[in-house]
């Protein structure tokens, strides 16, 4: 099963704009992540973000995340062509021994020239 | 430095078959963790291969299998194929850490194996 839901499914906005995913979980966590897939190839590991933290920044990538509602969002800045693209949340729990991840559904994003 | 890699890309069954799929871990890395992902869908956990010996499964049943060897390579062997297995299967390694599953690692991904069942 999996814990993730994300919030929408799929985005289109125009290049320049900013995008804004989100993710819910249901149980405790010890960190959560962030995942990029291009056309369904391997995913890249976008931003790790520790349950004791509440906000993260990469280059044109901020995650916060707020363990009392159990939520974390992603924004990517300025979007360009390239980052078109689904979005995944990754979780990696306490309670079955932080040996997984596990992963939403996703959220497609397309960026429009 | 070469990431991860995984064989074959794609490949076509029928149903009752047999197949194997392979994963060479990124250089550095001893953990190999495999999942299945259906179209439209987010990755879905298999099991996790560290010291050859599989130390976690998710919701699969047995006719999933799996192998690590020694050179922390992996390979996944799924019997009895059902059309419901059709997806694309991803190996993804880490390295376990100084800290026993201290939850900070992160996954480096292979391209996947996308397995079709006719």
């Known amino acids: 099963s999996q814990q993730g839901e994300e919030d929408p499914q799929a985005l289109s906005i125009q290049e320049g704009e900013n995008a804004t995913m989100n993710c819910s979980y249901k149980?405790?966590?010890?960190?959560l992540q962030w995942y990029r897939q291009n056309s369904g190839r391997g995913l890249v590991h976008l931003i790790l973000?520790?349950?004791?933290?509440r906000e993260k920044h990469s280059g044109r990538l901020r995650v916060t995340l707020d363990t009392s509602k159990k939520s974390s969002s992603l924004l990517i800045t300025a979007s360009r062509a390239a980052d078109t693209a689904s979005y995944f949340c990754?979780?990696?729990?306490?309670?079955?021994?932080?040996?997984?991840?596990?992963f939403g559904q996703g959220t497609r994003l397309t960026i429009n020239p | 430095d070469a990431g991860v890699t995984q064989s074959p890309t794609h490949l076509i069954k029928t149903r009752g078959q047999q197949v194997t799929l392979r994963c060479s871990p990124k250089?550095?890395?001893?953990?190999v963790s495999w999942y299945q992902q259906a179209l439209g869908q987010g990755p879905q956990f298999i099991f996790q291969?560290?010291?050859?010996?599989?130390?976690q499964r998710g919701n699969f049943p047995d006719r999933f299998s799996g192998h690590q060897f020694p050179n922390y390579s992996s390979e996944l062997n799924v019997n009895a194929l059902l059309l419901g297995d059709s997806a694309l299967y991803l190996c993804?390694?880490?390295?376990?850490?100084?800290?026993?599953?201290?939850?900070?690692?992160?996954?480096?991904f292979g391209a996947g194996s996308r397995l079709t069942v006719l």
């Open positions: 250089s550095g890395h001893d953990t």
């Open positions: 990754a979780t990696r729990g306490i309670l079955w021994g932080a040996q997984k991840l596990v």
């Open positions: 973000i520790r349950s004791n933290e």
């Open positions: 291969y560290y010291e050859e010996e599989e130390r």
């Open positions: 149980t405790s966590i010890n960190n």
């Open positions: 993804a390694s880490s390295l376990r850490g100084d800290r026993e599953w201290s939850g900070a690692n992160v996954l480096t």
